[in-house]
Structure formats: C-alpha cells, structure tokens
C-alpha cells in the first residue's frame, strides 16, 4: 500500500505559476505509476498527467500540454506537477493517485486527499 499527501495548491493570479507536490509513504514507491488528476465544481474527474515508474515516460491531458510538467523523485518519494501559465479554467482540486500500471486507462488504487487550486482572472 502506499499513502499519499499532496501540498502546493493555492490562490494564483492567471498566468501565474503553481507547483503541486505528493508525498508517497512505503517503500516501493517507484513500482507505481504516478497520476495527477483534477475535478471542478459540477464537472467530472480528468486525468491532467501521468508518469510510468521510471519517470522515463509522461503523458498529458490536452488542455495542460506545453503549460504542466509532472516529475517524480524516486529517492524521495515524491512526485511533483509544476503548473505555468494558469487560466481560470485550471480552477479545481488536485488530486495525486498512484497506480500499479500507469496510463490514462490505468486503475488507480491510492489517492491522496486533494489540493485546491484556483486561479483568478
């Protein structure tokens, strides 16, 4: 098993940056497939990044792609997803999930609690 906590989230002006971190508990961190997932008022849950294992492989909702960037740190336990150029639409919270597979289709078992992030115009 392994638990999550996520910290970062905030209040930022539009085109202002956030970075987002996750604290994974356990010691087989980098056996999971890492997620970022968000979830705005009256809208479902999306997966806005993910990283396989290695942290070799990233993929990214279209929305967000040239904008976030997700990383991870095996040695520390963290992942991380450094957020540029924010738009109002990027208002929700944050999730961080962890998955033995990795991918969009990936059944993720672990989730952190969830972060607010909002973004003014």
């Known amino acids: 098993q392994v638990q999550l906590v996520e910290s970062g989230g905030g209040l930022v002006q539009a085109g202002g940056s956030l970075r987002l971190s996750c604290a994974a508990s356990g010691h087989t961190f980098s056996s999971y497939g890492m997620g970022w997932f968000r979830q705005a008022p009256g809208k479902e849950r999306e997966i806005v990044a993910a990283i396989s294992w290695s942290g070799s492989t990233t993929l990214y909702t279209d929305s967000v792609k040239g904008r976030f960037t997700i990383s991870r740190d095996n040695a520390k336990n963290t992942v991380s997803l450094q957020m540029n150029s924010l738009k109002p639409e990027d208002t929700a919270v944050y999730y961080c999930?962890?998955?033995?597979?990795?991918?969009?289709?990936?059944?993720?078992?672990?989730w952190g609690q969830g972060t607010q992030v909002t973004v003014s115009s």
């Open positions: 999930a962890a998955s033995n597979g990795w991918g969009r289709r990936a059944p993720y078992d672990y």
